[in-house]
């Protein structure tokens, strides 16, 4: 690690660099200081030079990432890259670019800035003029050779914040149907289409991506259980590790106004999950809806719809995409999206068709969401939950997640106050859609105005819930929540009676939970402390094994055969663990559990009265459960073999991130298993790449003199594998390591060496 005082060298070569000598310096716009892993700690006099300073950290760390995202969001990425090649959201470059052009068109980019508050468009402009700074002021040959020579790197403009931010604001709405939306086209001729059961779950596995990919945990002690009478947090949110939603950590201070510590998504000129000198939140990923979806019954040759009677001409838009072909000649490519006054119209095969009679438009709550910004910045500025608690519902920004929250005084907060469709109960049974509404999709008849999203009084949106009536507990005990529905926050204050467009209580919690809920009960009347939650994370254990792997062991025990005989052995020698030195038993029983339908497989099912310890075990004594138990078995002991794995193979061996020549090995597992430490992979053969997962983690309580924090960036703050912290924090992560967070300027000084530049 280089160090380097205000009197050194950096310091000498930025004022330099800006062109002008040391003794007609101007004073500073920003001054930043990195401390030992990289994290930038920003301190500005105002939200423009906060703002420079935020971009000039984030360009030097992650510059390639950056441009390719506002590339993303764009819309052009077939002009410079070609048809070839996906976003990092999967797409591909042509149907991406379709889509943000529609996105992200320059009416409403300008109708989404005149929104923003000036201090926050001073925040952007200050943002884009430190990334140009960098981007200026590092020679091409510096620059980071994944991106030096791409013909793509250009200075940055206030609109392609924007365009960041908006996309980020639909990932929990039509940014899921994307391909949807690209795809839906006027059927010709054609008459109706035949039902396809197997088109439709592949389309609905493919949506169900979003939220295997992006999910969370979160604990929010209050004083009363608190082993000191102040607020403790864990926040653990699973996110992907590269890409548009790749965390950043920094710390920001503009004196006398903002201290806030934490991590922001690219491009984002602020916090979005941390602290301050009185406050700490966390964000997971919630269950509500923040789009229907309308079936809309067509008429004039199906070029209008019908609401109330009354024909409404769909509206056509052309969208021109410049592609560069494979011999380089640049084409131009039009495509025509199609609109109602919902929103636009999307397809799915075999759910929803296109057809001479009907078509399926979707509205997104958050399309008209423009105080997400604002909202994040008051949360920063908040100094207690009920300050938190009261910008939120002034606000109403934020866009697909649940907010858990505690303060120095020993409060604890849940908020489920996210953007969703006003939709009331008695509406909903009118209205919904039930091919839609089986699909598990909010689907709603499209040609009734009755159905219609309808206003609130006292919401910051036409048509959304407004806060006070979405759930929320103040508390000073224990919230917890891992993407789950509001309901089991706090078993002793169920959260019921809500939409299920908001809120479910009747259906099983996710494993992850149950596994929280579960140490909690066990923990008793003791204080939660901050080992007790970092060791849910690091303990690494896989909870549905507690529930399940004695009835398996049975099984093996009682019917077990050859065909089963290396599963049943790797099991039985498993500590039922994700940990690196985990057995093989952990990739036997993720291959064994694959293959069967344990909603179906479950002896003791679901209960409502009892829905932290049910459903469990499996049913194997019934001869249907114990064939395919046993075929699942027979399948992962050969696919094993095949693969050549040894019995004596550890977890560690098995999953794991490249970084440059290194393969580090990962704990954590699927959190689908109920793996706290949850972790999305990409198969290779029996070989995991870890792509996603647990990503920015905190552990927040409070001492006499402020916060006291750990934790880590799983993936590290650098997506450059040239810089120095490429790779340092995804090392600690493999150890389970996690490390202090520098706040106070005390903690910032114990921290040892670092650099410091000033931006003049």
Same mark, same amino acid.
Request: one cysteine or more; hydrophobic letters at 40%.
């Given at each position: 690690?280089?160090?380097?005082?205000?009197?050194?060298?950096?310091?000498?070569?930025?004022c330099?660099?800006?062109?002008?000598?040391?003794a007609?310096?101007?004073?500073p716009?920003a001054?930043?200081s990195w401390t030992?892993?990289?994290?930038?700690h920003?301190?500005?006099?105002?939200d423009?030079?906060?703002?420079?300073?935020?971009?000039?950290?984030?360009?030097r760390?992650?510059?390639?990432?950056?441009?390719?995202?506002?590339?993303?969001?764009?819309g052009?990425?077939?002009?410079?890259?070609?048809?070839?090649?996906?976003?990092?959201?999967g797409?591909d470059?042509?149907?991406?670019?379709?889509?943000?052009?529609w996105l992200?068109?320059?009416e409403?980019?300008?109708a989404?800035?005149?929104?923003?508050?000036?201090?926050?468009?001073q925040?952007?402009?200050?943002?884009?003029?430190?990334?140009?700074?960098?981007?200026?002021?590092?020679?091409?040959a510096?620059q980071p050779?994944?991106?030096?020579?791409?013909?793509?790197?250009?200075p940055l403009?206030n609109?392609d914040?924007?365009?960041?931010?908006?996309r980020?604001?639909?990932?929990?709405?039509?940014g899921?149907?994307?391909?949807?939306l690209?795809?839906?086209a006027?059927?010709?001729?054609a008459?109706?289409?035949a039902?396809?059961?197997?088109?439709a779950?592949?389309a609905l596995?493919?949506?169900?991506t979003?939220?295997?990919?992006?999910g969370?945990?979160?604990?929010?002690?209050?004083?009363?259980?608190?082993?000191?009478g102040?607020?403790l947090?864990?926040?653990?949110?699973?996110?992907?590790?590269?890409?548009?939603?790749?965390?950043?950590?920094?710390?920001?201070?503009?004196?006398?106004q903002?201290?806030?510590?934490?991590?922001?998504l690219?491009?984002l000129?602020l916090?979005?999950?941390g602290?301050?000198?009185?406050l700490?939140?966390?964000?997971?990923?919630?269950?509500?809806?923040?789009?229907?979806l309308?079936?809309?019954?067509?008429?004039?040759a199906?070029?209008?719809?019908?609401v109330d009677?009354q024909p409404?001409?769909?509206?056509?838009?052309?969208?021109?995409?410049?592609?560069?072909e494979?011999d380089?000649?640049l084409?131009?490519?039009?495509?025509?999206?199609?609109?109602?006054?919902?929103?636009p119209l999307?397809?799915l095969?075999?759910?929803m068709?296109?057809?001479a009679?009907?078509?399926?438009?979707?509205?997104?709550?958050?399309?008209?969401?423009?105080?997400i910004?604002?909202?994040?910045?008051?949360?920063?500025?908040?100094?207690?939950?009920?300050?938190l608690?009261?910008?939120?519902?002034d606000?109403?920004?934020?866009?697909?997640?649940?907010?858990?929250?505690?303060?120095?005084?020993?409060?604890?907060?849940y908020?489920n106050?996210?953007?969703?469709?006003?939709?009331p109960l008695a509406?909903l049974?009118q209205?919904?859609?039930p091919?839609?509404?089986?699909?598990?999709?909010?689907g709603?008849?499209?040609?009734?105005?009755a159905?219609?999203?309808?206003?609130?009084?006292?919401?910051?949106?036409?048509?959304?819930?407004?806060?006070?009536?979405?759930?929320q507990l103040?508390?000073?005990?224990?919230?917890?929540n891992?993407n789950?529905s509001?309901?089991?926050?706090?078993?002793?204050?169920?959260?019921?009676?809500?939409?299920?467009l908001?809120?479910?209580?009747?259906?099983p919690?996710?494993l992850?939970?149950?596994?929280a809920l579960?140490?909690l009960?066990?923990?008793?009347?003791?204080?939660?402390?901050?080992?007790?939650?970092?060791?849910?994370?690091?303990?690494?254990?896989?909870y549905?094994?507690?529930?399940?792997?004695?009835?398996?062991?049975?099984f093996?025990? #009682?019917?077990?055969? %050859?065909?089963?005989?290396?599963a049943c /052995? *790797?099991?039985i @020698?498993?500590? +039922?663990?994700? &940990? $690196?030195?985990s057995?093989?038993?952990?990739?036997?029983?993720?291959?064994?559990?694959?293959?069967?339908?344990t909603?179906q497989?479950?002896?003791?099912?679901f209960s409502?009265?009892?829905?932290?310890?049910?459903?469990?075990?499996?049913?194997?004594q019934?001869?249907?459960?114990?064939?395919?138990?046993?075929? #699942?078995?027979?399948? %992962?002991?050969?696919?094993?073999?095949? /693969? *050549?794995v040894? @019995?004596e193979? +550890?977890?560690? &061996? $098995?999953?794991?991130v490249?970084?440059?020549?290194?393969?580090?090995?990962?704990?954590?597992?699927d959190?689908k298993?109920?793996?706290?430490?949850?972790?999305?992979?990409?198969?290779h053969g029996?070989?995991?790449?870890v792509?996603?997962?647990?990503s920015?983690?905190q552990?927040?309580?409070?001492?006499?003199?402020?916060?006291v924090?750990r934790?880590?960036?799983a993936?590290?703050?650098?997506?450059?594998?040239?810089?120095?912290?490429?790779?340092?924090?995804?090392l600690?992560?493999?150890?389970?390591?996690?490390?202090?967070?520098?706040?106070?300027?005390a903690?910032?000084?114990?921290d040892?060496?670092h650099?410091?530049?000033?931006?003049r």
């Open positions: 690690m280089h160090s380097f005082s205000i009197q050194s060298a950096a310091w000498a070569a930025c330099l660099l800006a062109g002008t000598a040391y007609a310096d101007p004073a716009v001054q930043l030992s892993l990289g994290v930038p920003i301190q500005a006099s105002d423009h030079g906060l703002g420079e300073g935020i971009g000039y950290a984030y360009a760390d992650n510059l390639c990432l950056l441009e390719d995202e506002v590339l993303t969001a764009s052009e990425r077939a002009r410079y890259q070609g048809r070839a090649g996906t976003s990092s959201s797409l470059n042509l149907t991406s670019d379709i889509f943000f052009q992200n068109g320059p409403a980019v300008q989404f800035w005149r929104a923003q508050p000036p201090a926050m468009q925040r952007i402009a200050g943002y884009v003029a430190g990334v140009n700074r960098y981007l200026a002021q590092t020679p091409t510096q050779e994944q991106c030096r020579n791409a013909g793509w790197l250009r403009a609109d914040v924007i365009r960041l931010v908006r980020m604001l639909v990932e929990g709405g039509v899921r149907f994307a391909k949807a690209v795809a839906a006027p059927p010709g001729a008459g109706p289409q039902a396809n059961p197997q088109a779950a592949q596995a493919q949506l169900q979003f939220a295997n990919t992006r969370s945990n979160a604990i929010a002690v209050g004083g009363a259980r608190s082993d000191n102040k607020g947090l864990l926040g653990n949110p699973h996110f992907p590790w590269t890409g548009g939603l790749r965390f950043y950590q920094m710390h920001l201070t503009i004196p006398g903002l201290d806030v510590m934490g991590a922001a690219p491009g000129p916090v979005n999950i602290f301050n000198q009185h700490a939140w966390t964000h997971t990923v919630d269950q509500s809806s923040h789009f229907t309308h079936r809309l019954t067509l008429t004039d199906g070029k209008a719809y019908l009677g409404q001409a769909l509206r056509k838009q052309t969208l021109s995409v410049r592609v560069r494979a380089g000649r084409v131009t490519v039009n495509h025509d999206v199609y609109r109602s006054r919902f929103g999307v397809t095969p075999g759910l068709p296109w057809d009679s009907h078509a399926y438009a979707l509205q997104d709550a958050n399309l008209g969401n423009d105080r910004l604002a909202q994040w910045d008051a949360i920063n500025r908040a100094s207690s939950v009920r300050q608690q009261q910008a939120v519902a606000h109403q920004g934020i866009p697909w997640v649940n907010t858990l929250a505690v303060d120095d005084t020993g409060q604890s907060l908020m106050a996210s953007v969703v469709p006003n939709i509406q049974a209205c919904a859609d091919a839609l509404v089986k699909a598990g999709l909010p709603l008849d499209g040609s009734r105005s159905c219609d999203w309808q206003n609130d009084g006292g919401a910051q949106q036409p048509g959304i819930v407004a806060a006070r009536h979405l759930p103040l508390r000073n005990d224990v919230l917890q891992s789950d509001a309901w089991m926050t706090q078993p002793s204050a169920p959260l019921v009676g809500f939409s299920p908001i809120s479910r209580s009747d259906r919690l996710g992850r939970a149950r596994f579960d140490q009960q066990r923990l008793g009347d003791r204080p939660v402390t901050p080992a007790f939650l970092q060791g849910l994370v690091t303990g690494n254990r896989v549905l094994a507690d529930l399940v792997l004695d009835d398996v062991l049975a093996c025990k #009682a019917r077990g055969d %050859a065909t089963t005989a290396s /052995a *790797g099991l @020698a498993w500590d +039922r663990r994700a &940990q $690196l030195d057995g093989v038993g952990m990739l036997y029983f993720q291959l064994t559990l694959a293959g069967l339908q909603g497989d479950w002896r003791v099912p409502p009265t009892d829905p932290v310890h049910t459903p469990a075990g499996i049913a194997w019934n001869p249907d459960v114990a064939a395919r138990l046993k075929q #699942a078995l027979a399948t %992962a002991s050969a696919q094993v073999a095949k /693969a *050549g040894a @019995a193979t +550890r977890w560690g &061996q $098995l999953q794991g490249q970084r440059g020549s290194q393969r580090i090995a990962i704990p954590g597992g959190g298993l109920g793996v706290y430490d949850a972790m999305t992979t990409r198969r029996l070989q995991f790449e792509d996603g997962g647990s920015y983690i552990l927040v309580g409070f001492g006499p003199d402020g916060p924090a934790g880590l960036l993936f590290s703050q650098s997506s450059n594998p040239a810089s120095p912290h490429f790779k340092d924090q995804t600690l992560f493999s150890a389970q390591q996690w490390q202090p967070l520098p706040f106070t300027p903690q910032i000084a114990a040892g060496e650099e410091v530049l000033q931006l």
